[in-house]
């Protein structure tokens, strides 16, 4: 990856008339900011079908997209839908705020309206696509139509002749649903066709697009339930024999308790990583760089018994290394993969990331709690890196300042960074990330807005106000672009053209 930067900035919180960002006409504006601001990546968090909790790194399938992110204007424009199908309903009365229980039970009747407009017309583009995905496609569509028939509940609480997929349970299934099951290919057709013309728009303006893939999947998902075999599951019920997690550290007594399935590692390699060279694939047709979240399970990860209430119970297994990197390497040719490797890191991890050639990744607020010879501060730092001011998963920069950080890190990075209030702490964050020898700086929308913590997207290990932010309407402004270009510029991470 070439010397440059880019900015995060999750497709649901974009600015909007209803309800969450889409991919309409506030995605294309703001791939024209990033181009005046100098950037040439926007990262953005993973694009699936949320399920429990609202958060993208809880989905119902590591390959299809969320319905929530088709956009109506360009369904009208197509010939879907008309303006009064959806102009006057109410997705939710603060436009900073998504409202997932609203926007549930509102755009999916809309989109509906959407599907029998389409059945009106002959065309042959859907099929088309059926056909190419259906290595995937089939078994979601299936699932969506039968979570909707079992009153939206989990594929474990289904009858016993669907949940185990019983040959003739699934036939029957397949004709009663077929309805049901067109539907949800249509919004699968119609999410990757938006999101590929926004995509190409923004690559022709020299932007490439970083995608978030999480290393485990949901238990409630297409994944688990058409793939049984790939993970470890109990032979007749179905249930997780282990679940996903974190061992307590000093930031939780108790460790992290995920709940997703772990993979059947031994039938992953018999089957030459099949499912993981799909997965890949798949994300790479999405996304021009794909990061990997938590990186450390490909080498070894944290085991916890089915029903524990806690990850404390938990053990360190191996996982499979370097074997399934070289698989997808023999089927893909050389990948654009960014390794997550933050954490506590064991020599085996480094070294499973600097053999697949990997940049990892460096938080510089991370920078400042121990001394000189801390990993995150810049002057640490080595090319084949990805440096951020913070992630999803982090504090804006000035809630860090203000809530987040004890009061001895916010003393350190003022003097190691000559941060002035003249200047604004933010700008002086960014500058220490952009004026780096990494290869790519990135940071949050929220700090170039000098957003507080009101504006942090995510806090690991809670529900209940998550993956809700957006920006206001009139955030990005031409004053704004200029003043992120000036410092991309300084730094030399623009373009040559620029």
Not at 65 to 93: A, H, M, Q, T
Not at 135 to 156: P, R
Not at 176 to 201: H, T
Request: charge should be negative; charged fraction near 30%.
């Amino acid at each position: 990856m070439n010397r440059g930067s880019g900015i995060i900035m999750h497709i649901a919180s974009l600015p909007g008339k209803y309800g969450i960002g889409t991919f309409g006409k506030e995605a294309y504006d703001f791939g024209d900011f990033m181009k005046k601001a100098g950037q040439k990546y926007w990262q953005i968090l993973p694009l699936g079908p949320t399920s429990f909790g609202d958060s993208p790194y809880q989905s119902f399938s590591a390959f299809a997209g969320n319905p929530n992110f088709i956009d109506f204007d360009i369904l009208r424009k197509d010939g879907l839908l008309k303006e009064e199908d959806y102009n006057s309903i109410n997705f939710g009365k603060n436009s900073e705020d998504i409202d997932y229980g609203l926007i549930f039970k509102e755009k999916l009747k809309i989109l509906r309206k959407a599907y029998e407009n389409f059945k009106l017309k002959k065309n042959e583009d859907l099929k088309e696509f059926q056909e190419k995905e259906a290595y995937w496609l089939d078994d979601y569509s299936l699932y969506m139509a039968l979570k909707s028939h079992f009153d939206l509940k989990g594929w474990q609480t289904w009858d016993e002749d669907i949940r185990l997929r019983e040959k003739e349970a699934m036939s029957r299934y397949e004709i009663e649903l077929r309805e049901e099951i067109s539907y949800w290919n249509f919004l699968q057709y119609e999410f990757y066709k938006q999101w590929n013309a926004l995509k190409s728009y923004v690559n022709d303006l020299g932007i490439e697009i970083i995608g978030d893939m999480p290393i485990y999947v949901a238990e409630d998902s297409a994944d688990v339930w058409g793939n049984p075999e790939a993970f470890l599951l109990h032979k007749k019920t179905l249930k997780p024999l282990e679940v996903a997690g974190c061992p307590p550290d000093i930031f939780s007594s108790t460790g992290q308790l995920w709940g997703n399935p772990i993979y059947d590692w031994n039938y992953m390699e018999k089957t030459d990583y099949k499912w993981w060279v799909d997965r890949i694939r798949q994300s790479l047709n999405l996304y021009d760089v794909l990061r990997i979240d938590h990186f450390k399970g490909f080498e070894s990860y944290w085991s916890i018994p089915y029903g524990e209430d806690t990850a404390e119970n938990g053990e360190w297994v191996k996982g499979p290394g370097i074997k399934v990197f070289n698989a997808i390497k023999d089927e893909l040719g050389d990948v654009n993969i960014i390794a997550e490797d933050l954490g506590t890191l064991t020599e085996e991890t480094i070294k499973l990331r600097d053999d697949t050639g990997f940049p990892g990744m460096k938080i510089l607020t991370f920078g400042f709690d121990t001394d000189s010879s801390n990993p995150f501060l810049p002057h640490n730092y080595e090319k084949n890196f990805i440096v951020y001011t913070g992630t999803h998963d982090n504090d804006t920069v000035r809630g860090w300042m203000e809530t987040t950080a004890p009061k001895e890190q916010v003393e350190k990075a003022i003097e190691y960074l000559s941060l002035t209030k003249e200047e604004g702490y933010n700008w002086g964050v960014i500058r220490g990330v952009w004026s780096s020898i990494a290869d790519i700086s990135i940071a949050q929308m929220q700090d170039f807005l000098n957003l507080g913590n009101e504006a942090r997207i995510n806090m690991p290990s809670t529900l209940g106000k998550n993956w809700r932010w957006r920006v206001k309407e009139d955030a990005f402004t031409e004053k704004l672009a200029e003043k992120i270009y000036k410092t991309t510029k300084i730094y030399g991470r623009c373009s040559e053209e620029d």
